[in-house]
């Protein structure tokens, strides 16, 4: 993978980190996304079977000095149906059927994309194409017939009240606004759907609280920093619920 490009840089699986560039890829994780994320439980229950089940699935871009550059961290499951009817639970449901399958025994023919980060050290510099392009040569190594991702665009937070199917199509100076979106486009990805409910998170009022850090006495839908889309939450039964809306892309062989 990269081999043109390993006077500068290289790639490593999760098996191959040093304990060094562990301690980046924890660090760059924690840096890519805002806390409401960090506080799924989907993630807590299951992110500690993606490296045990999958570290070649798992893809660190590594410059000379031993610095992290980004990574792809992957899961490879199966899918018997057609990739337009991918579930709308998207993101939550993809790694715990990639966690299931591998303990079921059951043969993978789709590898999914549970994230794709650089490090903030190296953006703008084209390096998600090349984590993208290293994951769709593992899908190739690996025999499978797709590589489907439920994509987090980048810039969506500006936005919470838009629905994210009207957003995906948001164009300024005549191109698509989302960076993330536009760069899977621009690589051959495939739109697929919208997944409504694709990360799901819930909790009772303290624990909104403590996100929005500010008092909620009302019902109603709330604003957390870096949410997609509003937190809806009721006094009377102490909850609040966050549906996160991710959408479906495709790579094909």
């Not at 980004?70 to 939550?92: K, M, R, S, V, Y």
Request: net charge neutral; glycine share 6%; hydrophobic share 35%.
């Amino acid at each position: 993978m990269g081999k043109e490009f390993k006077l500068d840089w290289n790639f490593q699986t999760y098996d191959q980190l040093s304990s060094s560039l562990i301690c980046q890829y924890e660090e760059t994780v924690k840096q890519a996304f805002p806390p409401i994320i960090q506080q799924s439980q989907v993630i807590q229950d299951y992110w500690p079977f993606i490296e045990k089940y999958f570290p070649k699935y798992q893809i660190f871009a590594i410059d000379r000095n031993e610095n992290l550059i980004g990574l792809a961290n992957t899961i490879p499951f199966h899918w018997g149906q057609l990739a337009a009817e991918l579930p709308n639970e998207g993101w939550d449901w993809m790694i715990q059927k990639g966690v299931k399958d591998f303990e079921n025994n059951r043969l993978p023919n789709y590898l999914g994309g549970l994230q794709i980060i650089v490090n903030k050290k190296y953006l703008n510099r084209g390096y998600s194409k090349y984590l993208i392009a290293a994951a769709k040569e593992l899908m190739n190594k690996n025999d499978l017939d797709h590589f489907a991702i439920p994509i987090r665009p980048t810039l969506k937070h500006e936005y919470p009240e838009m629905h994210m199917s009207e957003y995906m199509r948001f164009k300024k100076t005549d191109k698509i606004y989302d960076p993330w979106i536009r760069t899977h486009i621009n690589q051959g990805a495939k739109y697929i759907s919208i997944c409504e409910n694709s990360m799901n998170i819930k909790g009772d009022v303290k624990f909104w609280e403590s996100l929005s850090e500010k008092k909620i006495n009302s019902s109603g839908a709330y604003f957390i920093k870096g949410a997609l889309s509003p937190v809806h939450i009721s006094i009377e039964k102490d909850q609040g619920e966050y549906r996160e809306a991710n959408i479906w892309i495709c790579y094909e062989k």
